[in-house]
């Protein structure tokens, strides 16, 4: 069973615009949402985390909005840019515990 | 940011033999990795928990006498895929959390090992 579900599987953007990738969630137990960006070949690398008791986290060009009643939290890239394009994940982690449940992806086009 | 290694970067071999992966953490401690699998355009499923100084906990439906994990120290952990087929043909990922952060820390990923089984 998919614990963390995300949307799109695919997403293509214009340079300049924005992209945004949502996640969901049931597990009220989970208390902590990093995104992370992983290119082709490579491991992921953490981009931004969140946790429930903010509404919204900014680091950059990314942003990380949260929805604790709806159990649905988003990233957002501004500006984005063709070295953007990547495959991104959102995560979520239990309380106490280290492991983390991924979500399924989503492959980040940027045209220029 | 802290660093994790993966060693090799990728490997070929053929089938019946077994492949030793190495996940190192650089410069901090990790008193628990984890080790991921994942398939071409697909999440990051974990296998196993890798504990120092004790067993690994295994994901349900992953084989444990397949995929022997071993954490001897602080800073390194292995997965030996036995008997390898090519149906283990896939990118196996490991990460580490420094063990003294704080609730704010996410672990950090290794770049990975591309394993081929002929």
């Known amino acids: 069973q998919q614990q963390v579900k995300q949307s799109p599987q695919s997403l293509i953007v214009q340079k300049g615009g924005i992209s945004i990738i949502n996640c969901a969630y049931e597990n009220t137990a989970f208390d902590y949402f990093p995104w992370y960006q992983q290119f ?36 957002h890239i501004m500006d984005s840019q063709p070295g953007d394009s ?27 | 940011g802290a660093v994790v290694s993966q060693h090799p970067s990728w490997v070929i071999c053929k089938s019946g033999t077994s492949v030793k992966i190495e996940c190192r953490s650089l410069d901090f401690q990790a008193t628990t990795m984890f080790w991921y699998r994942q398939f071409p ?20 439906g992953v084989e444990k006498d397949k995929f022997l994990i071993n954490h001897a120290s602080l800073t390194l952990s292995t997965l030996t895929v036995t008997s390898a087929h090519p149906e ?13 952060s704080g609730r704010e820390t996410a672990p950090y990923f290794g770049p990975g090992t591309r394993l081929t089984v002929l």
């Not at chain 1, 990547?86 to 220029?112: D, E, H, K, M, S």
């Not at chain 2, 283990?88 to 003294?100: E, Q």
């Open chain 2, 88 to 100: 283990d043909s896939s990118f196996y990922i490991c990460s580490a959390k420094p063990g003294a």
């Open chain 2, 41 to 60: 355009k697909q999440s990051l499923m974990l296998m196993a928990t890798s504990n120092e100084g004790s067993k690994a906990t295994y994901e349900q």
């Open chain 1, 40 to 75: 082709p070949g490579k491991g992921p690398a953490l981009l931004i985390a969140i946790r429930p008791d903010v509404s919204e986290k900014k680091e950059g060009r990314f942003t990380i909005s949260f929805n604790k009643s709806a159990k649905q939290f988003s990233l």
């Open chain 1, 86 to 112: 990547a495959t991104y994940f959102c995560a979520a982690r239990r309380t106490g515990a280290n492991n983390l449940f991924f979500g399924t992806g989503t492959r980040l086009t940027v045209i220029p």
